[in-house]
């Protein structure tokens, strides 16, 4: 939080973490969306790195295949945090939603260099406290522009001018608000140890 601040800061533009479900339909492709299990693809090495070919380590960002909006490492590589409080939610009843307003650790999605394939995939929910630092856990920027056009248009250009900075990514995915996304579900059977996960 204090580096999306310092980043606020530089930009002037209200940057936040995406909630789980903004994340979500991202990773699955968003409008473009093909059912991939993982985010642009059924096989998971194609997109992500894990623990069965990422060596322990992470990778530079666009080795790996790219999912339907052009985002690539949405799972595997680093898992990523989110804004929303850990809890249930009601999958594909309630549109646009929200975690809940307090808990005690935050979602982290999309899976890491050290994740079997079946924490890689785009269903998988985990958690972490926002207090623990590791190096397996990331972020992926989101900010609301107005609904016009144009306005967009023009926060766009300022946002590519005032970010210099250096390995950083920008890559812009426009969702409109009026348009209802759900978190939809794939289940995922997957035998570890001789357990159905």
């Known amino acids: 939080m204090r580096f999306i601040h310092r980043l606020d800061s530089i930009t002037a533009i209200p940057f936040r973490l ?62 990523e945090w989110c804004h929303d409080w850990f809890g249930p939610y009601y999958i594909g009843t309630e549109p646009n939603p929200h975690g809940p307003e307090l808990g005690e650790y935050k979602v982290i999605r999309g899976g890491s260099f050290d994740n079997c394939e079946a924490n890689r995939y785009i269903s998988k929910r985990e958690f972490l406290s926002p207090y623990e630092a590791t190096n397996y856990c990331g972020m992926r920027l989101a900010f609301t522009l107005p609904n016009e056009p144009t306005l967009q ?3 766009e250009r300022e946002l590519v001018k005032n970010l210099k900075l250096k390995n950083l990514r920008v890559k812009l995915i426009y969702m409109d608000a009026a348009t209802p996304y759900y978190i939809s579900y794939n289940p995922v059977t997957c035998r570890i140890w001789n357990k159905v996960m």
């Not at 995406?18 to 979500?24: G, H, I, V």
């Not at 997109?47 to 790996?64: D, E, I, P, Q």
């Not at 295949?65 to 949405?74: F, H, I, S, T």
Request: no cysteine.
């Open 18 to 79: 995406p909630t789980e479900a903004e994340w979500e339909f991202a990773a699955r492709g968003g409008n473009l969306s093909q059912n991939f299990r993982f985010a642009g693809s059924n096989i998971s090495e194609d997109v992500s790195w894990g623990l069965s070919n990422a060596g322990f380590r992470t990778h530079s960002v666009g080795m790996k295949q790219a999912n339907e909006l052009g985002l690539y490492d949405m799972t595997g590589n680093v898992s």
């Open 153 to 155: 248009i023009a926060q």
